[in-house]
Nanobody
Framework: QVQLVESGGGLVQAGDSLRLSCAAS????????LGWFRQAPGKEREFVAR????????????YSADSVKGRFATTRDNTKNTVYLQMNSLKPEDTAVYYC???????????????????WGQGTQVTVSS
């Protein structure tokens, strides 16, 4: 069983930066695929970014959605069992509840669908004002 707890959301202005954190429990954390999704009111939950173990050592590959590429980046610190989402140049359309998610599978070829993940955090609100 994995528990995920997000933090770091808030109200910011367009152009600002924000870093979300997701603290995870679980002994196999380093091998888990960790993803970030967001859901705006009235919209479906959408993929934002994920970071996936390459199967050896501390080698990981990060992926991001086209809508956030170049602005958002996900990283992880296995010593703290934490994954981060650094969000720069925020826009009003980034306003949403942001969720982190985890899967035991290595999601290199998949991982953009909520159904690819088994464990979810409770979400943290990010509001970007214009």
């Amino acid at each position: 069983q994995v528990q995920l707890v997000e933090s770091g959301g808030g109200l910011v202005q367009a152009g600002d930066s924000l870093r979300l954190s997701c603290a995870a429990s679980g002994r196999a954390f380093r091998s888990y695929s960790l993803g970030w999704f967001r859901q705006a009111p009235g919209k479906e939950r959408e993929f934002v970014a994920r970071i996936v173990w390459n199967g050896a050592g501390d080698s990981y590959t990060a992926y991001s959605a086209d809508s956030v590429k170049g602005r958002f980046a996900t990283t992880r610190d296995n010593t703290k069992n934490t994954v981060y989402l650094q969000m720069n140049s925020l826009k009003p359309e980034d306003t949403a509840v942001y969720y982190c998610a985890a899967s035991e599978r290595r999601l290199h070829l998949s991982g953009t669908s909520p159904g690819d993940y088994t464990y979810w955090g409770q979400g943290t609100q990010v509001t970007v004002s214009s």
